[in-house]
């Protein structure tokens, strides 16, 4: 149950953090939080004896809104945690 709250907390703040950085992005002395920087793989195709093809590929980006989301989301999971899931 822990986990499944843990995963809880970080899908909320990757999604919020999403929201609150494209809603700054064109703001004055807020844009900072808009800022992004993908890290992507170049899709690549393997075929398989010619029978079968393979493609791969990710693309994942990360904004600063979503980065200091996500580090209060594990520090509240910390506080958190103890008192809704005692041993």
């Known amino acids: 149950m822990k986990k499944l709250y843990m995963i809880f907390l970080i899908a909320t703040a990757i999604v919020t953090g999403s929201m609150i950085g494209n809603m700054f992005i064109g703001t004055?002395?807020?844009?900072?939080?808009?800022?992004?920087?993908?890290?992507?793989?170049?899709?690549?195709?393997?075929?398989?004896?010619?029978?079968?093809?393979?493609?791969?590929?990710?693309?994942?980006?990360?904004?600063?809104?979503?980065?200091?989301?996500?580090?209060t989301a594990i520090v509240v999971y910390y506080k958190t945690s103890p008192k809704l899931f005692p041993k």
Do not use: D, H, R
């Not at 393979?54 to 904004?63: A, D, P, R, V």
């Open 28 to 71: 004055e002395g807020l844009s900072w939080l808009g800022y992004t920087k993908p890290l992507n793989y170049i899709p690549g195709t393997f075929e398989i004896l010619g029978v079968l093809e393979l493609t791969f590929g990710i693309y994942f980006s990360l904004n600063i809104a979503q980065i200091m989301l996500i580090i």
